[in-house]
């Protein structure tokens, strides 16, 4: 199995910027796709960017696009999201996913996902 792990959350003032990081271990040969998810209070988990094995592809929540940009490197079996221009409707916890790659995948299901880390609070004041 795959395991991730999330860091880089906290607490910024709106317009601040944060970048968040997933390490995955375990059997990261597997790993297609991966990810960043994100819920709110009371709200259902909802996609916030995805990018495929080489990087060359990215998707974005249209409430994201400019301000967000994912990245990956392989060699450290890493994903991060560079948060810039943070609203306090960015106020969520984030979660990393990543595909395996003898399943199929979505661009913006979380359904497409097969594993998750356990999350990292993002909290975006006035």
């Known amino acids: 199995q795959v395991q991730l792990v999330e860091s880089g959350g906290g607490l910024v003032q709106a317009g601040g910027s944060l970048r968040l990081s997933c390490v995955a271990s375990g059997r990261t040969f597997s790993i297609n796709a991966m990810g960043w998810f994100r819920q709110a209070p009371g709200k259902e988990r909802a996609f916030v960017a995805t990018?495929?094995?080489?990087?060359?592809?990215?998707y974005y929540a249209d409430s994201v696009k400019g301000r967000f940009t994912i990245s990956r490197d392989n060699a450290k079996n890493t994903v991060s999201l560079q948060m810039n221009s943070l609203e306090p409707e960015d106020t969520a916890v984030y979660y990393c996913a990543a595909d395996n790659e003898a399943y199929g995948t979505s661009r913006t299901a979380s359904r497409g996902m097969d594993y998750w880390g356990k999350g990292t609070q993002v909290s975006v004041s006035l």
């Open positions: 990018i495929n094995y080489n990087g060359a592809d990215t």
